[in-house]
């Protein structure tokens, strides 16, 4: 894949994963500047990184969303915020007014998925990646394991024990299991 | 597609544009600034807390005002190694030899490592904590007393930046094999997203392109090279 080179390839890859990757997005954050600059970043980074696709070697979306999960997690931001300062694309400034109202109808309609993986929040960091990737980003076990570069067999495993983690907490979210379809 | 989906594709491939210019010109300082962004990506980093060796002997570095590496044996049995630049693999096996620890080290250039598995896994498992960058550029880990037991090898691959020998490694791998190491055959490795299970990774705070990492949990091994898709 030639994405950081070709800017009709990139197109054509953009087109098929933006509505994915806003999505992804507005299930982990709340405000709608932060998901402009996230889906940004995103795929700035999805440039970066495209030498670590191979093509054939797993679907292109579980390795955005491997991706997409670096630039979400926290440190990133922080990283994302100084780089941003000088950085030559900045999602929030892209936005104009009808934008922002759509940015926030996403980010409300993903409100029942943000409270499920608050609810995971306890679960071990390895465990929760991969109930995150399957229950709430709908990947298979078989993608998840890919977008995280861990095997299969480790995904189920761990699939398997945040799912009885979460059965044992006294109040838990059923929202997850209608999640995972 | 709306608007901003619309300006945010434009100004993308203005960026690949700009990029694929800026790499014909080769700027150095682009280029730096572009390979700590993509080990960010690629890399990460819990704090390791590794067990610093309280008082150390230093055996023996490199060349005295610049040494490629150092190792370091602790009075609790430790050995200290912290690899400035990536260079002389077999200099670092014979320092890791005479404090006591027999190893393999391979340094491969960007993007590769050797092929897995090098051997029957060591009979200590558990995380290794490898700290990348933190001092300067290099690689820094310690292994504990009885980590590499007698009949086992601790087994080095270190895949270099392409930005030089000593600017942080692109990836490393840190496991020990019982009996016999197989030769490194090199083969491209794709680099494991941040906070995955394998591996957990922080963004170092003391600025940089510094990041600790710590390998595998008890169903991995002690071992970084995972492979995705």
Known sequence: MRLNEDPAAFEAFYRRHVDAVLKFVARRVSDPHLAADLTADIFLAALDSAHTYVPGRGSEIAWLYGVARNVVSAQHRKAAREARATGRVAGRRLMDDDDLVRMEERIDAERRMRSALEAMAGLPEGERAVLELVAIDQLTVTEAAKALGIRQVTARVRLHRARKALENVASPAPVYVEGQA | ?229
Do not use: H, W
């Not at chain 2, 690899?83 to 404090?99: C, K, M, V």
């Not at chain 2, 270099?160 to 094999?177: A, C, N």
């Open chain 2, 1 to 229: 597609m709306s608007n901003f989906e619309e300006r945010l594709l434009s100004a993308l491939k203005e960026e690949i544009t700009t990029r694929t210019a800026e790499d014909k010109m080769t700027t150095t300082v682009t280029q730096v600034q572009r390979g700590s962004r993509r080990r960010l990506a690629g890399l990460s980093a819990a704090v390791a807390g590794v067990a610093a060796a309280t008082t150390a002997v230093v055996l023996l570095t490199g060349v005295a005002d610049n040494p490629a590496y150092a190792v370091t044996k602790g009075t609790d049995g430790s050995v200290s190694v912290r690899i400035s630049a990536f260079t002389d693999p077999d200099g670092l096996e014979a320092e890791l030899a005479n404090a006591g620890v027999k190893s393999v080290v391979d340094y491969l250039p960007q993007g590769q490592t050797c092929k897995d598995p090098r051997g029957e896994k060591g009979s200590v498992t558990g995380p290794f904590s490898v700290s990348v960058g933190s001092a300067g550029g290099g690689v820094s880990f310690t292994i504990e007393k009885g980590r590499v037991p007698a009949g086992e090898t601790l087994v080095l691959a270190v895949s270099k930046s392409e930005d030089g020998d000593d600017r942080p490694p692109f990836g490393v791998s840190l496991t020990v094999v019982k009996g016999a190491v197989a030769d490194c055959e090199p083969t491209s490795m794709p680099v494991p997203p941040a906070g995955d299970g394998g591996v957990t990774v922080d963004k170092k705070d003391d600025g940089g392109a510094g990041f600790d990492f710590r390998t595998g949990g008890e169903d991995e091994g002690p071992s970084l090279d995972q492979k995705t898709g």
